[in-house]
Each structure stands twice: as C-alpha cells, then as structure tokens.
C-alpha cells in the first residue's frame, strides 16, 4: 500500500503567492523525486534529491530532503498560472525482485488569477 | 525525441472485453513498469520489467499481465476488462527501478 503520506490534498492560491508541500513516511528513503502532472499529461520530474538535508532548487522550486530520512518538502516561490497541476513526491522501496518507484497520492494545486 | 510512447490515448471497453495497452521507449532504458492513477490514490504499480524476459508484480497486479520480449516494448494486457479498471493508465522507463521514471501521456481507459 501506500508508504507515503502527501499533504495538503489540495491547495487554492491567490497568483504570485507562495506554496509549500510536503511528503512524510514511517520508513527511510535514500532517495526522494518530486513530479508534478499537468492535466492530460504523465507526470515529469522536476527535482531530484538524493543526500539527507540536500536543498536544491530548479527555477521557483525549491525542495529539501529531510534529515530524518523520512520527509522531503517542495516549495514555489511566487506562483503563476502555469504551476497548476498535481504534484507527487516519490521515492524507491525494495519490493519483489527490484527497486520500484511508491508515489504519493498527490497535492492538487489551483492557482487563482 | 519521442521518449515513452503509448497507444492508444483513450479507450472505452464493455465489460468482459480485452485489450491490450501499447507501451514503447527509445531511451535504451532496462526497467519499464505499468501504473495506473484513480482520483485521491495517487499512482500504483501494477506490474514492472527490470529487462527483457523478466516480469514482476507491483502493488495492484490483479486483472493484468504483461510480457517483455524486447527493450523497447512492454504491453499491458486487461484479459475481461471490468469497471473497476476504469482508470488513467500510464507506462514509465527508467535506467534503474530507483531514479528518476519517464512518463509516457498516458491512456484513458473507461469500462462500462
């Protein structure tokens, strides 16, 4: 089932507003991905992170591992139209005969004009 | 630059039906996998393939099978489709089972 916990569910912003999100879980991962879907399409990666307390940021992204190894935080600074979509975090968990990738259910965002 | 390839975009089964979801990347990737996204659940594995000849199940394997007879290609196929497979499906490649996955657009299939 699920390993990762997303929230919030879902968020409403006012454009030019900040956003944060975050993803926790009971295990520890060494790896954690943050995605983000726009509508009608797959999912694509916007952020790597792959060393406890790494910060890294892509553009208006700024995403940090957390240094229990447990959480992972995503971050966009003055929001735009264009960042609607649904987010994901990720991470690999050792199931079967390999590694696979476990998502979050995701964090919904709208961004109001 | 064609990537993770699916076909088709959309589909509509009745049910007891069965079909087969086209899945191709030119990436040279060895592990491919199958998940499928409901409103709210985010999105779970159904089956994977770390290379050629080798399957595996994921976290919602029921209903489905899947083959990998070559690098490139990794169909799904729903054998009597039923209306709890009513779901967005998307197919992903990537180097290893633990970094970063490439998404195909997905298929959006309904079983009435």
């Known amino acids: 089932g699920q390993q990762l916990n997303q929230s919030p569910q879902s968020m409403f912003i006012q454009e030019g507003e900040d956003v944060s999100m975050n993803c926790t879980s009971s295990s520890i991962f060494n790896t954690w991905l943050w995605y983000k879907q726009d509508p009608g399409e797959g999912p694509v990666l916007l952020i790597a992170l792959y060393k406890a307390g790494e910060l890294t940021s892509n553009g208006r992204l700024t995403a940090q591992f957390g240094t229990t190894r447990k959480d992972s935080f995503l971050n966009i600074s003055a929001s735009i139209p264009s960042d609607v979509g649904i987010y994901f975090c990720?991470?690999?968990?050792?199931?079967?005969?390999?590694?696979?990738?476990?998502f979050g259910s995701g964090t919904q965002l709208t961004v109001l004009p | 630059n064609a990537g993770v390839t699916q076909t088709p975009k959309f589909q509509v089964l009745k049910t007891g039906q069965s079909m087969t979801l086209q899945c191709a990347q030119d990436?040279?990737?060895?592990?491919m996998s199958w998940y499928r996204q409901d409103p709210g659940m985010g999105l779970r594995l159904i089956h994977y393939s770390v290379g050629a000849g080798i399957t595996d199940q994921g976290e919602v394997p029921n209903g489905y099978n899947v083959s990998r007879s070559t690098t490139e290609d990794f169909p799904l196929r729903l054998l009597s489709a039923a209306p709890s497979q009513t779901s967005v499906y998307f197919c992903a490649s990537s180097i290893g089972g633990w970094g970063e996955a490439f998404f195909g657009q997905g298929t959006r299939l309904t079983v009435v």
């Open positions: 990720a991470g690999p968990i050792s199931s079967g005969s390999a590694r696979q990738l476990t």
């Open positions: 990436m040279n990737h060895e592990y």
